[in-house]
């Protein structure tokens, strides 16, 4: 599959939304944006024998074994993402102001959640959500992110807009759906320290009020 090709797996989630082309529509990622998805994996890590040792906005060698201080290899660093994704997806703490913003937001659009997680753990990410007060649909998306927004911006005549940590899932949105508003946020403080904002965003904001207000600034001088 090409990076900007539409997986089927995708394609059969999105096909079972229910949106209203009317209203806005803002598309959310949800580790580093909606959860703590550093700072829960660091718990995991520590449980297993592994920490965490941020240098660059990356998980390979990064992530170092207890005893020995050495960089686990990229293999052990997909295995311990996979358990941690399998163990603990439902219990990643909520980002400060997320469900209250959103909230907000959801008065006036359609929200719905774009993330990049196993098939088999999208139910117990819903159940987070859902706990945490933010029960809206959610796509369990795999690869760059560009493609669903696609197939969603086709299908929308009202303002939408897409929050992401990653620099190339923001460009792939540029490309896929130009018209989308990206805002470039990044949850956890170390993170934004290691990457700068992403060139293809029309904003870069790690805080939800801030998000929330320029979101609501767009959305009234485009008249909703």
Same mark, same amino acid.
């Given at each position: 599959m090409e990076d900007d090709d539409l997986h089927d797996d995708v394609l059969r989630q999105l096909e079972t939304l229910r949106l209203s082309p009317e209203r806005p529509l803002i598309v959310s990622d949800a580790d580093e944006v909606i959860f703590a998805f550093v700072r829960g994996l660091e718990a995991y890590l520590l449980d297993n024998g592994h920490f965490m040792d941020l240098k660059s906005?990356?998980?390979?060698?990064?992530?170092?074994?207890?005893? *020995? /201080? !050495? %960089? #686990? *290899? /990229? !293999? %052990? #660093?997909?295995?311990?993402?996979?358990?941690?994704?399998?163990?603990?997806?439902?219990?990643?703490?909520?980002?400060?102001g997320a469900a209250d913003a959103l909230a907000a937001l959801s008065e006036r659009s359609q929200v719905m959640v774009?993330?990049?997680?196993?098939?088999?753990?999208?139910?117990?990410?819903?159940?987070?959500?859902?706990?945490?007060?933010?029960?809206?649909?959610?796509?369990?998306?795999?690869?760059?992110?560009g493609p669903a927004m696609a197939y969603l911006a086709a299908r929308q005549k009202a303002p939408m807009f897409?929050?992401?940590?990653?620099?190339?899932?923001?460009?792939?949105?540029?490309?896929?759906?130009?018209?989308?508003?990206?805002?470039?946020?990044?949850?956890?403080?170390?993170?934004?320290d290691l990457i700068g904002a992403a060139d293809d965003a029309d904003v870069r904001t790690d805080d939800w009020d801030e998000a929330r207000q320029f979101i609501e600034g767009r959305l009234a001088a485009a008249g909703y």
């Open positions: 906005f990356a998980m390979r060698g990064n992530i170092r074994d207890s005893e *020995s /201080g !050495e %960089a #686990v *290899s /990229g !293999e %052990a #660093v997909k295995s311990l993402i996979n358990g941690y994704f399998s163990e603990r997806t439902e219990h990643i703490e909520p980002v400060a774009l993330s990049n997680l196993p098939l088999d753990c999208r139910e117990a990410r819903r159940r987070a959500l859902v706990k945490h007060g933010m029960d809206y649909p959610l796509i369990a998306n795999i690869g760059r992110k897409f929050l992401d940590d990653i620099p190339h899932n923001i460009a792939s949105v540029a490309r896929a759906a130009n018209g989308v508003t990206r805002l470039h946020f990044i949850a956890d403080h170390r993170l934004r």
